[in-house]
C-alpha cells in the first residue's frame, strides 16, 4: 500500500487517544476520517504529519518507515482548520515559502507559485496579505501553499469548518476536482457527514481511539457493522431484538443485540386491511421538511421515526397509522466494534 | 509525483541542522545566566559564611546579635508594609476610576500614571525634600518645622516610586469583566454596592494580590529613595550600601544581601504562585462590559484620579522648576547655572548612561527575545527549567545583584574579569537585573502567537531558525522593539545595581543625581534628573512614532 498506518497507539496522559489504528490507504486515494469530537481523527491526522509522536505503532510510505522522519521532511502538505497563512507575508510568498524552504531558486519559485495560484482561481490575488482575504479566499491560499512543493500526500484537517454554509459547499466540489485532476493522495479530518459522503473514496468512521468501520458513504450506509455507525450515518431507528411485532426470521443472536431500520425504509399500510406483522401507533409529531416529511410515531413506550416522501396533509399528529417493516430493510446491529 | 516527491526530499536540509540550532540558541541563553546570574549569587552565598577562621555561621550571628539588626529589618518590614498598603489602595482607586467609570481625560490621566517610571528612583524623594524638606518651600513658607527625613519621607517618595506599577497589574485585572454577571445582577437586583462587594472585588483578588507582592518587592529593595530622603533611617537596601561603600565590610554586606534576598525573594515566588493557579474566568463567550454613565460614580473618579495624578505632575514639575532657578527655594530667578555641570566629569556621566542603556537594549532584545523563543520551542522539563531561570533575576535585589558582580568579576581568578570597569559590565548587569521582565514581555507576545503557524511552517519544511527568522520574529516584531526600550529606559533610571559597578571612568547619570545630592548640591542633581528624563521621553517619542510609522497599535511597553 501506498500509505499504511500500523497500530498506531497515542496517548495524553490516562486517556488513549488512538488506541491500536492501523489502515491502509491507495495512492490517489481519498479518504475521510470522520468522528464526533474527540475521536482521535485529529490526532491520527497528526501523527501522520509527524507533528505528534505515537507512543507505539508505525507510519509507512511507499514501503518506507517513516519513524525517524520529522515533520518538515516528509513533503506532506497540511491544511489546517483556519487562520494558518503567516500574516506577514503576502498570498504569493506564503506559496513559495516551501519552495524556499526546499532551497528552490527564484526564477523556479514565481513560475510555481503562478501556477497554482491558477489552480485555485486566485491569480490575481498574489499581493495581497491573508487579512485582506475572504475566510474561503484564505483556504484556498493555504490548499495552494500545501500543493505547491508537490507533497506526496495532502492533509486536511476540517479545512472548511469555519467557513460559512455557502462557501463550504462551493468549496468542498472545489477540492475534490482539484484532487481528482492532481491524482494527489488526500486524508481528510471532518465531522460532517454529508462532507464525507461528498468528497471520499473511502470513510474511516472513528470513535473513543478507534476505528468502527471503513468502507465508501453506500457501504457505511447499507452494511453499518454496528449501533455507533448506524447511528452517525443517516438516521436509524434502534429497537432491541425481542421487540414485538417483527417478521420471524428477522430475530439474531445474542452477539446482534439489536435491529436497525432507516427510516424512509418503513411502509404504510392500509389501516382496514389487516396485515401481519403490522405496527399500530400514535402519530406524535408530523414535521414537514421540503421534499419528505418526518413523522415520530408512538409505540406503547417506543417511538418510531419515519420519512414519507412530499408533503403528507393527510397525516397529523394525534391521529393514528399502521405501519410495517420489510425484511430487507432490518439490518442487524452489534453494540460495539467488531 | 513519487519521484518528484523523493526528489524534493533530498533537496531538504539535513536533519541534524535543526537539532544543532536548537542546542546552539540553548546554550547562547543558558551560559550568560550562568555567568550573570548564578554565578554572582553564589558569590554573595559563599561570600556571606566566609569568616577569618574558615566559613561559618559567624557573620550572620554577629549581625543579628547586633542591635542594629532588628532595627533595620524592623525599618524595612515597617515601610514596605505601610507603603503596600497606602499604594494598592490608590492604585485600585485609580484604576477603577480608569476602567469603570466614564469620567473624562483618561488618556492624559493614564499617561502621567506611568510618569515614575521614566525618571530615576530618586527623583520622587528629590521632588519632597524640595517641598517638605529642611530647606523645602513649605517650611520655608509656613515655617511648620516637618520633619520628613525618615519613615514617611521614604513611604511617601515609594508609594509613588511603586504606583505605576500597581496600577499597570490592576488596571489589567479591572479591564476585563463578564458584562452578563452585571447585567443578572442589576436584574436580580443588586446595588452598586453590592456588586463591587459580590463581582468587582471577587474578580480582580488575583490582580490585587499579585500587585501587592510586586509593590512589597519593590519597596523593600528600594535604594535611591531611602539614601535620598531616608536620614537616619536606615533600611536593608541602603545598610548594604554602607557596609560595602562605607565600611569596606563585604562580609556583612553579603550577609545583609542574604537577607533582603528572603523577603524579596519569598514575594517574587508567591506572586508567580498565585498567577498561575490563576484561571482564566473570562472565555471566548463573555460579553465585555460597557461602562455607563452615572454621574456621582465619575465625577469621584475624577476627582480621584486629579489628586493622584496632581501629585505625580507636582513632584516631577518641582524637580523641574529646581533645576532652572538660581537657588531654590531662596532665590526663584531663572537660571541654567545648574545646567553646566562644573563637576563631577562634567556631562559624561550622561552619554556613559546613553551608550550603556544602548548596549543593554540591544543585549537584552537578544537574550530575552531568544530565551522566550527556546522556552516554546522546546515544550518540556528542560523548557520549564529554562523558565524559571529566566524569570529568576526578579526574586534577586538591585543591590544584591550589583555586589554579587563585584565579588563575581573584580576578582583577577574570574575569566570574565577584563569586564571588570567596561560600559559593557553594566549593560549586562542591567539586562540580567531586569531579565524577568523583559523575558516576559517577549513570553507574552510569543504565545500569543497560534501554534499553528508552527506547524504549518515546520510542515512547509521550515527547520526551526528559518520559522524564527521568516514568521515568528517579523509577528512579534513590534514587541521586540518595546522590550528594547523597556532595556532602554530602565538602563537609563536604575541605580540599585549599578551603583557597586561603576568606577569614576564609568560613572552614570543616575549614580551622579546620587552622589550630588549627597554631596548637598540638590539642584545640579535635579538638573541631572532632567536630563535623564529628557533622554527617556526623547527615546519614548521615538519609539511611538515608529510604532506608527510601521502601523503597530497597542504595544504594551511596561508591565
Known amino acids: 500500500m501506498f500509505l499504511s498506518l500500523s497500530s498506531i497507539t497515542k496517548r495524553f496522559g490516562a486517556v488513549a487517544a488512538l488506541n491500536d489504528v492501523s489502515l491502509a490507504i491507495g495512492e490517489g486515494e481519498f479518504v475521510c476520517f470522520l468522528g464526533p469530537s474527540g475521536c482521535g481523527k485529529t490526532t491520527l491526522l497528526r501523527v501522520i504529519a509527524g507533528l505528534e509522536t505515537p507512543d507505539a505503532g508505525e507510519v509507512m510510505l511507499n514501503g518506507k518507515s517513516l519513524v525517524d522522519v520529522p515533520a518538515r521532511l516528509r513533503n506532506f502538505g497540511i ?20 519552495l524556499e524552504c526546499r532551497k528552490w531558486r527564484r526564477e523556479a519559485i514565481a513560475p510555481r507559485v503562478a501556477e497554482v495560484l491558477d489552480l485555485v482561481h486566485l491569480s490575481d490575488q498574489a499581493d495581497k496579505y491573508p487579512h485582506q482575504l475572504s475566510g474561503g479566499q484564505q483556504q484556498r491560499v493555504a490548499l495552494a501553499r500545501a500543493l505547491a512543493p508537490g507533497p506526496a500526500v495532502l492533509l486536511l484537517d476540517e479545512p472548511l469548518s469555519a467557513l460559512d454554509a455557502k462557501v463550504r459547499e462551493d468549496l468542498r466540489g472545489e477540492i475534490k476536482d482539484l484532487q ?3 491524482g494527489i493522495t488526500t486524508i481528510m479530518v471532518t465531522h460532517d457527514q454529508h462532507e464525507a459522503m461528498e468528497m471520499a473514496d473511502r470513510i474511516v468512521v472513528m470513535n473513543a481511539g478507534v476505528i468502527e468501520q471503513v468502507g465508501s458513504a453506500g457501504d457505511l450506509y447499507d452494511r453499518p457493522v454496528n449501533r455507533f455507525v448506524a447511528e452517525f450515518i443517516g438516521r436509524m431507528n434502534l429497537l432491541p431484538m425481542s421487540s414485538a411485532g417483527l417478521d420471524a426470521d428477522a430475530s439474531g443472536t445474542a452477539d446482534d443485540p439489536f435491529i436497525g431500520v432507516r427510516p424512509e425504509h418503513i411502509e404504510l399500510v392500509d389501516p ?5 406483522g ?5 402519530i406524535e409529531k408530523c414535521i414537514f421538511l421540503g421534499s419528505f416529511t418526518r413523522i415520530t410515531l408512538a409505540l406503547g413506550e417506543r417511538a418510531l421515526v419515519l420519512e414519507l416522501r412530499g408533503r403528507r396533509t393527510d397525516l397529523q399528529a394525534g391521529g393514528t397509522l399502521a405501519v410495517r417493516i420489510p425484511v430487507h430493510a432490518i439490518h442487524r446491529l452489534r453494540d460495539a466494534a467488531p | 509525483m513519487t519521484d518528484a516527491a523523493l526528489g524534493a526530499l533530498r533537496r531538504l536540509p539535513r536533519p541534524d541542522a535543526d537539532r544543532l540550532a536548537l542546542i546552539g540558541l540553548t546554550a547562547l541563553v543558558v551560559l550568560p545566566l550562568i555567568a550573570f546570574v548564578v554565578v554572582p549569587l553564589f558569590g554573595i552565598f559563599r561570600m556571606s559564611f566566609a569568616t577569618p577562621d574558615g566559613f561559618g555561621l559567624g557573620n550572620y550571628v554577629r549581625y543579628i546579635q547586633s542591635p542594629k539588626f532588628s532595627k533595620v529589618v524592623g525599618n524595612s518590614l515597617s515601610v514596605s508594609l505601610t507603603t503596600t498598603f497606602i499604594t494598592v489602595v490608590l492604585a485600585y482607586a485609580f484604576a477603577f476610576a480608569m476602567r469603570r467609570t466614564a469620567m473624562p481625560g483618561k488618556r492624559i490621566f493614564g499617561a502621567v500614571a506611568l510618569l515614575p517610571l521614566f525618571a530615576p528612583s530618586l527623583v520622587q524623594a528629590l521632588g519632597i525634600v ?7 518651600v513649605v517650611n520655608r513658607t509656613f515655617d511648620l518645622g516637618i520633619d520628613i527625613y525618615g519613615f514617611w519621607g521614604i513611604v511617601i517618595s515609594d508609594v509613588f516610586y511603586s504606583f505605576p506599577h500597581a496600577y499597570l497589574i490592576l488596571s489589567a485585572a479591572l479591564a476585563i469583566a463578564d458584562a452578563r454577571l452585571y447585567e443578572s445582577a442589576k436584574v436580580l437586583g443588586a446595588t452598586s454596592a453590592r456588586m463591587f462587594r459580590d463581582i468587582t472585588l471577587p474578580s480582580t483578588k488575583y490582580g490585587l494580590l499579585s500587585a501587592t507582592f510586586v509593590v512589597f518587592t519593590i519597596v523593600i529593595t528600594d535604594f535611591g529613595n531611602p539614601m535620598v530622603i531616608g536620614g537616619d533611617f536606615n533600611v536593608l537596601a541602603t545598610e548594604i550600601y554602607n557596609q560595602v561603600s562605607g ?3 563585604f562580609e556583612m554586606g553579603a550577609v545583609i544581601g ?13 506572586e508567580k504562585w498565585i498567577m498561575r493557579r490563576h484561571q482564566a474566568t473570562i472565555t471566548e463567550r463573555s460579553t465585555p462590559l460597557q461602562v455607563e454613565r452615572e454621574r456621582l460614580r465619575d465625577a469621584a473618579g475624577f476627582v480621584c484620579a486629579v489628586t493622584i495624578c496632581g501629585l505625580i505632575v507636582l513632584i516631577v514639575a518641582i524637580v523641574f522648576i529646581a533645576s532652572f532657578v538660581t537657588l531654590w527655594p531662596y532665590n526663584l530667578h531663572l537660571s541654567l547655572r545648574h545646567y553646566r555641570f562644573e563637576v563631577q566629569n562634567g556631562l559624561a556621566p550622561l552619554w556613559t548612561s546613553i551608550w550603556v542603556s544602548l548596549l543593554a537594549a540591544i543585549i537584552g532584545v537578544v537574550a530575552t527575545v531568544t530565551a522566550a523563543c527556546v522556552v516554546r520551542r522546546l515544550d518540556n522539563l528542560a523548557g520549564q527549567v529554562l523558565y524559571f531561570v529566566s524569570i529568576l533575576p526578579a526574586a534577586v535585589p538591585g543591590m544584591v545583584l550589583g555586589l554579587g558582580y563585584i565579588l563575581a568579576f573584580n576578582d583577577p ?3 570574565l574579569e577584563v569586564l571588570y570597569g567596561t560600559f559593557l559590565i553594566l549593560a549586562i548587569c542591567n539586562v540580567y537585573h531586569y531579565h524577568a521582565q523583559g523575558f516576559l514581555i517577549a513570553t507574552t507576545s510569543i504565545n500569543q502567537i497560534s501554534r499553528v503557524f508552527d506547524e504549518a511552517s515546520t510542515s512547509l519544511g521550515g527547520g526551526f531558525l528559518r520559522t524564527l527568522r521568516s514568521v515568528t520574529l517579523p509577528i512579534i516584531s513590534a514587541s521586540i522593539i518595546s522590550v528594547g526600550v523597556f532595556f532602554f529606559v530602565r538602563s537609563m533610571v536604575t541605580l540599585s545595581a549599578v551603583i557597586f559597578l561603576v568606577t569614576p571612568m564609568t560613572q552614570v547619570a543616575a549614580v551622579s543625581v546620587l552622589l550630588l545630592d549627597d554631596a548637598g548640591n540638590q539642584n545640579q542633581a535635579a538638573a541631572f534628573s532632567v536630563c535623564i528624563m529628557l533622554v527617556v521621553a526623547a527615546a519614548l517619542v521615538l519609539f511611538q512614532a515608529t510604532l506608527r510609522l510601521t502601523g503597530h497599535k497597542d504595544v504594551a511597553l511596561m508591565r
Open chain 1, 180 to 182: 481528482t485532476a492532481l
Open chain 2, 130 to 136: 524640595f517641598l517638605f524638606g529642611r530647606n523645602g
Open chain 1, 79 to 98: 491544511v489546517f482548520q483556519s487562520y494558518s497563512l503567516f500574516p506577514n507575508m503576502s498570498v504569493a510568498r506564503n506559496i513559495g515559502y516551501g
Open chain 1, 272 to 276: 382496514g386491511a389487516p396485515h401481519p
Open chain 2, 413 to 415: 581568578k574570574s575569566p
Open chain 1, 278 to 282: 403490522a405496527l399500530l401507533g400514535r
Open chain 2, 258 to 270: 542574604m537577607i533582603l534576598l528572603v523577603p524579596a525573594g519569598l514575594a517574587v515566588v508567591v
Open chain 2, 247 to 249: 565600611q569596606g565590610n
